[in-house]
């Protein structure tokens, strides 16, 4: 008497359809691992141009007096700053009379993206002693 043994095993179909639940899930979980990556350089891009922009801010006046106009430079090989000094009169007494000038500065920290340009604007108001006219003791 011929004693046949079931065969206990996997089949080439179910071997075939765990192996393609597999890539279809590590795919899922490189797309995953990636996009987190890319958020955690992108959130480092904004952290360091906030930090330039308050740091150029925060000379804006200090370093040199304002005047109002538009300036720029690069930051580094990467990073570039506008700088707009505009002056600032909604609301406020004559000049002449406070003997100061409000000026709204707004420093932008930029850098070019993939589709466009990615940035950092601050915006702040700063006052400045008017000038006394020529000949006026101070």
């Known amino acids: 008497m011929i ?8 089949s080439l179909l179910e071997v075939l359809v765990a192996f393609a639940i597999l890539s279809v899930s590590l795919g899922v979980l490189l797309q995953v691992f990636a996009t987190g990556l890319r958020n955690v350089s ?3 891009d904004y952290s360091q141009a906030t930090l330039y922009a308050e740091s150029i801010l ?3 006046g200090r370093e040199a007096p304002l005047s109002e106009g538009v300036r720029s430079g690069p930051v580094n090989d990467r990073l570039s700053w506008r700088s707009t000094v505009s002056a600032y009169t909604e609301g406020l007494p004559d000049p002449e009379k406070t003997q ?9 920290v930029y850098w070019p993206g ?3 340009n990615r940035g950092v604007t601050l915006e702040t108001l700063r006052l400045a002693p008017v000038d006394p006219p020529e000949g006026t003791p101070r």
């Open 3 to 10: 004693v046949r043994r079931r065969q206990c095993g996997f």
């Open 42 to 44: 992108l959130s480092d």
């Open 58 to 60: 925060a000379a804006m």
């Open 100 to 108: 100061v000038r409000a000026y709204r500065v707004s420093v932008e």
């Open 114 to 116: 993939l589709v466009q």
